[in-house]
């Protein structure tokens, strides 16, 4: 475990933490006004790889050479020229840290966006260590910039990661996986238990970011060809962007599976595979000895949909313990009210890096972005 200390005077700013993967939905936007939860687990933190923060250039002003030398080989609306390397954290996990009234710049229409930098200074010095984003639609975080904060080991040792074995073995014991859709208030209610009006079931954001990035890779393995997915919840996902975005031509189609860790071994008539990444290293599970496309899902995604946790048919019958009160009056989560619909700004962002987008017919795709979501698709 590490703690993270300030570059100018050593103080320590954060608690001890675990490093895991950058979740899929770290820069996501989510609808519009609305209160979305604190972005990382308390007592973890990730590290973008790719530079975050301002100065900001406009697409326009960005040579493609460059672009395209940084990994980025389409139009995007903007490209950081900050540091790689920003650590994010749950703000609840900050110690010796202090918001900066004069620093307080960059939000949007409810709070601090973080577009314009640090905004949270060290106790002890006023060097500005941080970005603290509280704005609505956004991930509640806490960006500590790179060159303002140093990682300390406390302990001496990193923990190995978890195989993957443990981590099935913990994921469906300990409820790991994550639910397609959830409860979202807007911002300024209340969300509380019983106070419905307060909110409405929507599909998770989580679930629309994994999408996203899942569907800009699932179209660059088809190499221009139709993909079959499977049916049920991922056909509900996935079928149809796929349906839309790709040309019929069912003689040529390509064949994507659920594949993974306690999973059968995928057809040999299987392109594409669709497999978990690590949670804690953001590794792909890699099966021995396959070629096809690992289209990459996140743990908690990937774990509902090959082991979907069953609804009961009927209530739940016996005698609850003394002292518990039943809770199975209450219906099923009620199921969205409108199709499935990828983030299209995560979408893009991972279109933008795949090589495969220099392709014309791919490019098309994300050229024509807007139209599609006007359709509805995204």
Known sequence: MFVFVCAGCGAELTTALSRVALPVHAHQKYGNGTQLPVLMESGTFAVDSEPWGPPWRMWENVDPDEA???????????????????????????????LVPELRKGGYCCGLDGAAGPNVACARCALPVASRIDDC???????????????????????????WAELMA???????????????????????????SNHWWSWSPQWEAAAGQALAHLLAASEGHPVVVPDG?????????????????????????LAGPGRPVPDEGADIL??????????????AGSTAYRVPLPFGVWLWLAFPAPELPVPASGVLP???????????????????????????????????????WLRAILDDLARHMRAGIF
């Open 137 to 163: 639609s956004l991930w509640q975080a806490l960006w500590l910039a790179p060159n303002a904060v140093h990682r300390r080991p406390v302990d001496g040792t990193e923990a190995a990661p978890l195989s």
């Open 68 to 98: 395209a030398a940084r990994g980025v080989y389409a139009p995007v609306h903007t490209l950081s020229d900050g540091l790689p390397g920003a650590v994010v954290i749950a703000p609840g996990d900050a110690r010796g840290t202090v």
């Open 170 to 196: 913990e994921g469906m014991v300990e409820g790991k996986a994550t639910p397609p859709f959830e409860p979202t208030a807007g911002w300024g209610s209340r969300l509380e238990p019983g106070h419905w």
């Open 233 to 257: 919840l991922p056909r509900e996902v996935f079928g149809r962007a796929l349906d839309t975005l790709l040309p019929v031509r069912p003689q040529t189609r390509r064949v994507a599976v």
């Open 322 to 360: 003394d002292g518990v009160l039943r809770d199975d009056f209450d219906p099923p989560a009620p199921h969205p009210s409108h199709l499935f619909r990828p983030d299209p700004g995560t979408f893009q962002h991972t279109l933008a890096r795949l090589p495969a987008v220099r392709g014309p």
């Open 274 to 287: 669709l497999v978990p990444t690590h949670p804690q290293t953001g590794v792909r599970w890699d099966p």
